[in-house]
């Protein structure tokens, strides 16, 4: 079945450490994206992709760093200048990068901080 | 600016009670509405689009139809395993969507 795969499901980060979010897709889709998800607010866009090596901030890109080395996979690292960390992170990706197709999500990391 | 509004916040049916969701927006020239439906500790599961006004689309219990300010998901004869979120989401600019807060949709048996 193709879909998005997300890992790990949960994840704990001490202070001052980095850590990544791991983001597969098999739908042979040029774009990717990473969401955070907090109680209340919508999505929230951190970075996008729309080809392979190349990759563009989202809005609230500050604290996060991303990589596009294969298509199939869009790994987020959270590092230890995002102060507020704990959330839910989504993976999503789309046919393309134009905004009118449907993103498909991943199943979501759940952050937390020791 | 643009906005996405979701309402109600939040929805609490009895069971084979219908009723309507909401979602509105700002923008000019939409391009496309996305619904999805979102379960607690899951991601988003994608269900319709809507390009222009006056398109309907169907999925068993579900309705979406959209305008040109807004778009409704119509919710008939719900079951519980109805219960979710329900987000709605606009294109704007080439390349980003914008989503809404959500309505949770609760059916009770």
């Known amino acids: 079945d193709g879909g998005i795969t997300q890992s790990p499901k949960y994840l704990f980060r001490k202070e001052g450490q980095n850590v990544t979010l791991s983001c597969e897709q098999n739908?042979?889709?040029?774009?990717m994206y990473w969401y955070r998800q907090d109680p209340g607010q919508g999505l929230r866009l951190i970075y996008y992709?729309?080809?392979?090596?190349?990759?563009q901030k989202g809005d609230i890109a500050e604290g996060y760093s991303v990589s596009r080395e294969k298509k199939e996979s869009f790994p987020l690292t959270v590092t230890s200048a995002q102060k507020n960390p704990t959330a839910f992170y989504l993976c999503?990706?789309?046919?393309?990068?134009?905004?009118?197709?449907?993103?498909?999500f991943g199943d979501g990391t759940r952050l937390s901080i020791l | 600016e643009d906005q996405v509004t979701q309402s109600p916040e939040a929805l609490r049916l009895q069971e084979g009670e219908s009723s309507s969701l909401n979602c509105s927006y700002t923008?000019?020239?939409?391009?496309?509405l996305f619904w999805y439906r979102q379960d607690p500790g899951k991601g988003p599961e994608f269900l319709f689009t809507?390009?222009?006004a006056g398109e309907e689309k169907e999925k068993e219990r579900l309705k979406a139809t959209l305008t040109k300010k807004e778009s409704f998901l119509h919710i008939t004869a719900p079951k519980p395993e109805d219960s979710a979120t329900y987000l709605c989401?606009?294109?704007?600019?080439?390349?980003?969507?914008?989503f809404g807060t959500g309505t949770r949709l609760t059916i009770i048996p």
């Open positions: 992709s729309q080809i392979v090596n190349d990759f």
């Open positions: 989401a606009v294109p704007f600019g080439n390349e980003k969507l914008t």
């Open positions: 739908l042979n889709h040029d774009a």
């Open positions: 923008v000019s020239g939409l391009r496309g």
């Open positions: 809507l390009y222009s």
């Open positions: 999503a990706s789309s046919m393309t990068g134009w905004g009118n197709q449907p993103q498909h």
